[in-house]
């Protein structure tokens, strides 16, 4: 049974940092594109990152230079480093695995919900002061 859980997430002040993880059953992380996602409330869900099987690693331009997704094949996860929180990060964060369309499409198309069929049931982040 294929399964991904997310942990990590909690409350943390403008200007820290967390370590979101995604761990998955049932299947071969490495295999996959592994992708994650945000949903704040009363908004659509947003991609943010995306790793390929060959470590291509996608990022949106609202999250670049703060946000890093990581791979470790030998605990079949995927983190992703969140530096730098701002309020505006609050949400709920998804990890999804998904058919690995390869580099190019991920550059051209970015992340996408309709890409990734299994989903995590997600890991709350809340920044505040």
């Known amino acids: 049974q294929v399964q991904l859980v997310e942990s990590g997430g909690g409350l943390v002040q403008p200007g820290g940092s967390l370590r979101l993880s995604c761990a998955a059953s049932?299947?071969?992380?490495?295999?996959?594109?592994i992708a994650w996602f945000r949903q704040a409330p009363g908004k659509e869900r947003e991609g943010v990152s995306s790793i390929t099987s060959d470590d291509y690693t996608y990022y949106a331009d609202s999250v670049k230079d703060r946000f890093t997704i990581s791979r470790d094949n030998a605990k079949n996860t995927v983190y992703l480093q969140i530096d730098s929180l701002k309020p505006e990060d609050t949400a709920v964060y998804y990890c999804a695995s998904g058919l690995d369309r390869g580099r190019r499409y991920y550059r051209s198309r970015g992340v996408r919900v309709p890409d990734f069929g299994s989903w995590g049931q997600g890991t709350q982040v809340t920044v505040s002061s």
């Open positions: 049932g299947f071969v992380l490495d295999n996959y594109a």
